[in-house]
């Protein structure tokens, strides 16, 4: 079974600057996808960033990027300039991509405060 | 843009009562899914549901749950027996036909179900 691992359960940055919050994750498989979602106050989730597995390049999405190291099986998230709508909790997610409709398999989460 | 929509947002019920939690999945997905939060703790998966039945449960997902798709439109999950434990947020998610290469492998989230029981 696959697993997701955040180590830092809170992590702190100051506005403007830059923060990368951790994931490892444990498979066996050479397909799948992983993602960063964002989860504010109201406990939505919104999806962040994704990655395919596949893929050599990380991911960007505006100020969000993603390092990821697949023989490390580690996948960390860069939120640069960081802004006071940031501050949410943040999951690592994984799925395989090996069976169609399979589930999300997320991390413990990382509880990101941003200060002014 | 379609969304995942889920009623009610909130819902107050009393320890052995039955639940019904309600989804309206994005109307030309495919596979819909059932995740549980407890607060403070990370999102579980509970089960998913493909083409009228049951694709994948986990552990969690026991006697006392059920999904169904009464309409065509609808997906709902059934907790016969609540217990304290099951005091969570319940997120409902579906995802795009053809799930697999992208682009179709984002899974759309509906805004949660605040379950407390009492």
């Known amino acids: 079974a696959q697993t997701v691992t955040q180590s830092q359960p809170e992590m702190s940055v100051q506005e403007a600057e830059t923060v990368t919050l951790s994931c490892t994750y444990d498979?066996?498989?050479?397909?799948?996808?992983l993602f960063w979602y964002k989860q504010p106050p109201s406990r939505q989730m919104i999806l962040v960033i994704r990655?395919?597995?596949?893929?050599?390049q990380n991911a960007t999405e505006n100020r969000f990027s993603v390092n990821f190291q697949k023989a490390a099986k580690s996948f960390s998230l860069k939120i640069s300039d960081s802004q006071l709508g940031d501050a949410a909790m943040y999951f690592c997610a994984y799925r395989s991509g090996e069976t169609s409709g399979s589930r999300l398999t997320f991390g413990e989460g990382t509880q990101l405060t941003v200060n002014p | 843009e379609p969304e995942v929509t889920q009623t009610p947002s909130h819902q107050v019920t009393q320890m052995g009562q039955e639940v019904i939690l309600r989804c309206v999945p994005i109307s030309n997905h495919l596979y819909f899914y059932w995740y549980r939060q407890i607060l403070g703790q990370k999102v579980e998966f509970l089960v998913s549901?493909?083409?009228?039945?049951?694709?994948?449960k986990s552990e969690i997902f026991d006697d006392q749950f059920s999904v169904e798709r009464p309409d065509g439109s609808n997906f709902t999950l059934k907790i016969r027996s609540t217990k304290l434990e099951d005091s969570a947020m319940y997120f409902c998610a579906s995802i795009t036909p053809g799930a697999g290469r992208p682009p179709y492998n984002e899974q759309f989230f509906g805004p949660g179900t605040r379950l407390t029981v009492l």
């Open positions: 498979t066996s498989e050479s397909d799948y996808y």
């Open positions: 990655q395919e597995a596949y893929k050599q």
């Open positions: 549901f493909y083409n009228n039945e049951i694709s994948e």
